[in-house]
Every structure is written in C-alpha cells, then in structure tokens.
Antibody
Framework: QVQLVQSGAEVKKPGASVKVSCKAS????????MHWVRQAPGQGLEWMGW????????KYSEKFQDRITLTRDTSINTVYLDFRNLRSDDTAIYYC?????????WGPGTQVIVSS | DIVLTQNPSSPVTLGQSASISCRSS???????????LSWLQQRPGQPPRLLIY???DRFPGVPDRFSGSGAGTEFTLKISSVEAEDVGVYYC?????????FGGGTKVEIK
C-alpha cells in the first residue's frame, strides 16, 4: 500500500531555513509527481509546488518560488522541501501528497513552527 | 489560477443528509473530456483523505453514503445519513488546470 512518511516537527527562528523530507513506499516512486501543500493553523490547504521524481523537474507557486526548492533522491525514494528565510506566518503543517487526477495519498504532515 | 468557492459551514443533524457545494471560477472539463474534481475529508488533527475523484468516483474504502455530482463549474458532495465520524472539514480540489487548487473548505458540524 502507498505510504508517505515525513520527518519530524521543527522549531525555527525567523530568517532560518528548514528541510522537510518525505519517504515514499508501496509504489513506483518515479512514476508519480509529488506535491507539497501547507496548512496554517485553523486555515485551509495551500498548494506550494510539485516535483517530478523522474528527472527532477519542478513547478512552484508564485507565492513561494523565491524561497523554496524541491529535490528528490531516487536511491531512497525520498523528496525534500527546502524552505528559506522563514517568517512567523510560515508556521504551518507541511504535507507531501501524491495527489492528482485519479488518486490522493497524503503524508501525516510535518509541523513547522517559526518563532523568535 | 482556478478559484474554488465553498460555503464555510454546514450544520447537520445525525442521521440526516448533508450537501456541500463547490463552485469553480472556470470550467473544469479537461481537453480529454474528463472533469478532475475531487473531494477530500479532513477530520480534526488528521491529514486530508481522498473521498471522491472525477466528480463522482469513490476512492477505495470510502463508504457509499458519500456521493458526488455536478458538471462544468458546479459540484456537490452529498453525505447521506451523517454519522458522528463525518465531522470535519471537506475540501474540493481541482486537477484539471495547473496548478491544482483547493476550495476554502466547508466545516461539517453536528447541530
């Protein structure tokens, strides 16, 4: 069965960077795009970007394109979200999700708290 | 980008049906003829879970009290005979146009 396992919670100071990982199993890793979606406290879902594990091409939301980088390591079936210059309003749960037209599998989420 | 609009809340009585609407700023019919509109459920403290895709196809394991309908720009999720475990926030999501996008969510709570 499809499983997405994410790295643990992080607490960062404003201006710092964070790297969140998402390890996939139960399917052919390079066969499906992986998306990152975040959810601020009490708010809805916000799409951040996707990575194609087969080749590594990416697409980012205009809102985040200057501060995030998505990468992958096909040897360990893992994708990464690098988020730079964090602000307090980046406090949120960050989800990796293999979502799209015909399916939807979500990781458990990684809490990132940005606080001085 | 596509904007999906949902009503913020929907109070329901246990055992009664609930309908949740989602309106798109543009048609969600893809050039391949399919409409890639999905519904997600998010229970408190949980990640989202896919219920319905392509307007009305239930994802494996989803109870048949959940059904989807609609076309073009107007879509509805219906929960027949609401149970206590159905409490949460429901999101519509479109994957027809890039980038994918989500509605603001509709909170289903028991009266």
């Amino acid at each position: 069965q499809v499983q997405l396992v994410q790295s643990g919670a992080e607490v960062k100071k404003p201006g710092a960077s964070v790297k969140v990982s998402c390890k996939a199993s139960g399917y052919t890793f390079i066969g499906f795009y992986m998306h990152w979606v975040r959810q601020a406290p009490g708010q809805g879902l916000e799409w951040m970007g996707w990575i194609n594990p087969n080749g590594g091409d990416t697409k980012y939301s205009e809102k985040f394109q200057d501060r995030i980088t998505l990468t992958r390591d096909t040897s360990i079936n893992t994708v990464y979200l690098d988020f730079r210059n964090l602000r307090s309003d980046d406090t949120a749960i960050y989800y990796c999700a293999r979502v799209g037209r015909l399916a939807g599998f979500w990781g458990p989420g990684t809490q990132v708290i940005v606080s001085s | 980008d596509i904007v999906l609009t949902q009503n913020p809340s929907s109070p329901v009585t246990l055992g009664q049906s609930a309908s949740i609407s989602c309106r798109s700023s543009e048609s969600l019919v893809h050039s391949d003829g399919n409409t890639y509109l999905s519904w997600l459920q998010q229970r408190p403290g949980q990640p989202p879970r896919l219920l319905i895709y392509k307007i009305s196809d239930r994802f494996p394991g989803v109870p048949d009290r959940f059904s989807g309908s609609g076309a073009g720009t107007e879509f509805t999720l219906k929960i027949s005979s609401v149970e206590a475990e159905d409490v949460g926030v429901y999101y519509c999501m479109q994957a027809t146009h890039s980038p994918l996008s989500f509605g603001g969510g509709t909170k289903v709570e028991i009266k």
